[in-house]
């Protein structure tokens, strides 16, 4: 076709190849020019052109007249729109983008793109700016023209929208032209670009974000410099016009939608780079005269004043619009405020209205609340910083100082008042919703809040720093913090207290916070002991966190007693709650009495000693914690003695040994089997060979024989040959045991073994006293049979009959395992060489366990349970009868353990009433006597007991002195069995004279 250019047709147009000067007539009369042009064209031919031919004459006007570029882009938007048409028309009905409308325009499309790529490339400072819009703006009426097309996808789903787009030639094209100018115009003209695109993107949103999304992954850094940029100065622009820099900014600013909506397409892939953008543009905001976007010598401009003071809120208000990008900076935003920075932002601020501040702090509040990370380090920042700096322990250094330190009080302070209303306001509504309907809407998440759920031991640790105004900061947020999460928050926190807690200040913390969530949950001590309880089973604490858990626990039921006493007030709820609590839970926590920490095992009979025993209990709990209990008393007797040996303070190990005989005495009180159990176990664990050495035993050989024994002497000299010839002489037991008894080395005398360690005297006898007081305050109790308490209150209760029966019978079975428990009546004393064996190791028992003695006179009180020893005190007696008889050429003294055993036997049958009194007291005169004569006084005891048998059928139960008595006066005259007495009293009346009146019947 042939086109002839009458001059006077088109007006003002310029040279062909002037490439730079617009025309001088508008693009709207240009362009009407041109279709007048183009109108004659198709009357001089006789015929009307097709689109495609009116685009071919458009794009050579463009090549031959520049200067009508104006009116010829605006004539090609309707090429492009037609193209765009016909391509989703055809995926419409065919599926497929061939057809020949489209292929007839696509040549048109690329021939218009090579011509404005070539224009940019000669020119870009005339072409650029022109085209730059021109395609922008195209590319957004497009988008929004045919976004509700069938085969458009939804404006969410992004990458489905570019990838429709992007293989459309006309789009595809338009966003090159674009991506090209852009690339031109970073060296000198960027804004231009930006403005065009925030302009289009406010007016075409949401259906243009995908052309923001390619933009700005093709150019990242200059995308998100630039966007932020002119957002700050349209922000600044409207704050200057409406005289605030705040309120309602959102709805009259309307780039700042956009700047959130580019931002928050390219944070998929451009993250890091968006966060360091706007760190360095709130950076570079406090420091006077620096430019805050890199930006060419020919178009840059300097922060002014009242840019450098709007940088702050419009971050502000962006972050408010796009919580993502503040959890994006956050963390590394709360690094950046330390003092010397801190300082420069309240330097910047402090001009600013008191009601732009009150807002500025509003927003700073909403954000904080929102944030869905970071808010732990937040929390962190503001304390810190509104802790006064004398309190100060771990916070910024140096500190801020006080205008700084007030305003994140301030700012700390509105925080709690916004939480405490998103948390009490959300309760309300959740509680309305379940009274009004059964589909109530779900509860509002709280994002800082969430955060915090899993800081609750940090927050409970630095609670529990007691420092001024922080601690109260803190604990009014983990109130706060349990009823938003509910119970399992609250039940966590009040564990974490009861963990965490070091003394009585501290622990007042739980109590405080048990005092405000009771009002509002139920049964929150009983889960939180539960809580406790799964964390021991798990093995999360640490010994040192689980002893504290126990004595505060310990702590808090203790304080009952200064409650009764009226001076615990409010706790009095709590330490009952947490009493019944424990109890219920007693066989959970009995294991730890034997925890290998022995901190955490004594903080653990502390509990125990003073919580409630249960109502009820199975039988199977209750014989392990019986064991247990028993088994920590004789390892708090040995790490005393340890502590002792040590040279240590024994006041942690005095007060577990007190708390395990107390854990014992109520134990035992709690019930028959208990009593029993325990009673059979302390006798035990006293005689076996790990705690022997504890009251002053000695661990024993397979024979029997004690390691070192004191009935020998340590003469290696003596003769074997002598020994057993002078006891032959006296005891003629032909073919007996006594025989080989006396068995040697010829010529080295008796064997004699000696032990390693020997036990500490004063130790020894404090760990007897300590179980023999266990062992009656036990027998005490009335759990068996129900003795009467006595009737003056300073007397010790009486013991009970049936728990020193229980001994016995524990005793007998421990030292001599053969004896049938029928074996009560004496035999002759020739019976006694059908025995000799059993009899010899009874008395090594009693020999290696000095403790045996003690416990037959506790036996021996609880008359008439020492008639069950009988066995035992039969052999004794026969042993000591042989070895005074063996023994005339010596004197009595000379045989220290021997005469120390007959005294007690004799004793101990005299309070147990198996002997009348004036049998009773010959051990009083045997110090004074000698072998021969103490051998007839045991021979008189022997045989009043062989003629009045040891039997529990004699004694009566006498209700005035609560106890069992035996009337001696039915057993007959004992004339007969003093005579020997009184022939020894007369024979020896220098010596004895003092005692004839104890003999008298």
């Known amino acids: 076709m042939s086109v002839v250019f009458d001059g006077g047709s088109l007006k003002g147009m310029q040279s062909s190849h002037s490439h730079t000067a617009p025309s001088a007539l508008s693009a709207q009369e240009l362009s009407q020019e041109i279709k007048s042009f183009i109108s004659g064209v198709d009357a001089i031919q006789g015929r009307k052109l097709s689109v495609r031919e009116h685009a071919r004459c458009a794009v050579r006007l463009l090549r031959c007249v520049p200067a009508c570029r104006g009116a010829v882009l605006e004539h090609l938007r309707g090429v492009y729109d037609e193209h765009v048409s016909m391509f989703l028309h055809n995926l419409e009905t065919e599926g497929s983008s061939s057809s020949g409308a489209t292929s007839n325009l696509e040549d048109i499309i690329q021939e218009v793109h090579g011509v404005l790529s070539e224009f940019i490339r000669l020119n870009p400072r005339a072409w650029a700016p022109l085209v730059s819009t021109w395609a922008v703006d195209l590319l957004g009426q497009l988008s929004s023209k045919h976004a509700g097309r069938r085969v458009a996808p939804h404006s969410s789903s992004l990458n489905e929208l570019l990838q429709l787009w992007m293989s459309c030639a006309a789009t595809r094209s338009l966003m090159e032209a674009y991506s090209q100018c852009l690339a031109a115009m970073l ?7 930006v403005d065009a695109l925030l302009d289009t993107s406010v007016k075409h949103s949401p259906h243009f974000d995908w052309v923001v999304a390619h933009i700005g992954s093709a150019f990242p850094g200059t995308i998100i410099s630039r966007v932020l940029a002119c957002g700050l100065k349209d922000f600044c622009s409207h704050g200057a016009k409406d005289q605030g820099l705040l309120a309602e900014k959102g709805s009259r600013v309307p780039k700042i939608g956009s700047v959130v909506g580019i931002l928050g397409h390219l944070a998929a892939h451009h993250s890091d780079s968006i966060r360091k953008e706007l760190l360095r543009m709130f950076q570079e905001s406090l420091i006077p005269s620096t430019p805050l976007s890199p930006t060419s010598s020919s178009s840059s401009w300097e922060a002014s004043p009242q840019l450098r003071r709007a940088a702050v809120p419009f971050l502000l208000q962006l972050a408010a619009l796009s919580p993502n990008l503040f959890g994006a900076v956050s ?5 950046l405020l330390r003092p010397p920075v801190l300082l420069q932002l309240q330097s910047l601020l402090q001009g600013l209205p008191r009601e732009e501040l009150d807002n500025m702090l509003g927003l700073a509040v909403h954000l904080i609340s929102q944030s869905p990370t ?8 503001l304390a810190d910083t509104a802790t006064p700096a004398s309190v100060i322990i771990s916070g910024p250094t140096p500190s801020p100082n006080e205008g700084v330190r007030e305003g994140c009080d301030r700012l700390l302070q509105m925080l709690l008042l916004h939480l405490h209303k998103l948390v009490f306001n959300r309760s309300d509504a959740a509680e309305a919703g379940l009274v009004g309907s059964a589909s109530s809407q779900p509860q509002r998440v709280t994002p800082f809040l969430e ?18 105004k922080r601690h109260l900061w803190l604990h009014q947020l ?44 139920a049964g929150l001590i009983p889960a939180a002991v539960a809580h406790c309880v799964a964390q021991i089973h798990t093995h999360t604490l640490e010994p040192r966190q689980l002893r504290q858990l126990l004595l505060n626990l310990a702590a808090a039921i203790q304080s009952q007693d200064e409650e009764r006493k009226g001076t615990a007030g409010g706790q009095s709820s709590m330490a009952v709650q947490i009493g019944l609590a424990v109890s219920g839970h007693l066989h959970d926590f009995g294991p730890l009495l034997l925890h290998g920490d022995p901190a955490v095992s004594n903080a653990t009979v502390r509990l125990l000693s003073c919580s409630p025993l249960p109502r009820t209990s199975s039988p199977a709990h209750l014989l392990l914690l019986s064991r247990a209990s028993v088994t920590h008393f004789f390892l708090a007797l040995r ?29 035992a009180a709690y019930s028959p089997l208990t009593l029993k159990a325990i009673l059979q176990q302390l006798v035990e664990g006293a005689l076996h060979k790990g705690n022997a050495d504890l009251f002053g035993g000695q661990i024993a050989d397979m024979s029997g024989a004690p390691l070192a024994s ?20 006296t005891v003629n037991f032909s073919g007996s045991v006594w025989s080989v008894f006396h068995a040697g080395v010829i010529g080295k005398g008796l064997k004699v073994r000696t032990a390693a360690n020997q036990p500490d005297p004063s130790g020894v006898i404090q760990n007897i006293q300590t179980l023999l007081a266990v062992l009656v305050q036990c027998c005490s109790s009335s759990s068996l049979n129900g003795s009467q308490s006595p009737s003056d209150p300073g007397e010790p209760l009486p013991i009970n009959a049936e728990a020193a029966k229980v001994v016995a019978v524990t005793l007998v079975e421990n030292v001599c395992p053969d004896v049938a428990n029928g074996e009560l009546s004496w035999p002759p004393e020739e019976h006694a060489r059908t025995t000799v064996e059993r009899d010899i190791h009874i008395r090594r028992c009693f020999e290696a366990h000095p403790v045996l003695f003690p416990l037959l006179q506790v036996v021996a009180a609880g008359r008439p349970a020492l008639c069950y020893c009988s066995a035992v005190l039969r052999g004794l007696l026969a042993t ?11 004197s009595s003294k000379d045989s220290p353990w021997h005469l120390q055993a007959s005294c007690l036997l004799v004793s101990c049958m005299g309070e147990g009433q198996l002997l009348p009194p004036v049998l009773a007291n010959v051990h009083e005169a045997f110090a004074y006597l000698n072998p021969f004569e103490v051998r007839l006084l045991l021979l008189a005891v022997w045989e009043y007991v062989r003629g009045n048998g040891p039997l529990p059928q004699k004694f009566v139960f006498s209700p005035d002195k609560g106890m069992f008595c035996r009337d001696f006066s039915r057993d007959g005259d004992v004339s007969r069995y003093v005579a020997p007495i009184h022939s020894v009293l007369h024979k020896n009346i220098d010596r004895l004279g003092h005692l004839c009146w104890r003999f008298q019947l």
């Not at 955060?451 to 720093?465: D, N, P, Y």
């Not at 502590?643 to 107390?662: P, Y």
């Open 187 to 193: 060296a000198w003209c960027p804004d231009a670009c």
């Open 331 to 335: 963390s590394e935003l709360v690094e």
């Open 374 to 381: 970071g808010g732990a380090r937040v929390l962190k920042f």
């Open 451 to 468: 955060e915090l759920r899993s800081h609750v031991g940090q927050l409970c640790a630095e609670t529990l720093r007691l420092e001024r």
């Open 478 to 521: 983990l109130c706060l913090l349990s009823v938003y999460g509910g119970p399992s928050v609250a039940t966590e926190t009040l564990c974490q207290l009861l963990t965490q807690a070091r003394n009585p200040e501290e622990l007042a913390l739980a109590w405080q916070l048990h005092t405000t969530l009771s009002s509002c949950m």
């Open 639 to 667: 790490r005393r003695g340890e502590a002792r040996k040590a040279g240590r303070d024994m006041g942690q190990t005095g007060e577990a040994v007190s708390c395990s005989v107390l854990l014992l005495s109520r134990f």
């Open 710 to 729: 004191p009935s020998v002497s340590s003469d290696l000299g003596a003769s074997l040959l002598d020994i057993n010839c002078r006891f032959g002489t």
């Open 880 to 890: 000591l009868l042989s070895h005074w008889e063996a023994s005339r050429e010596a």
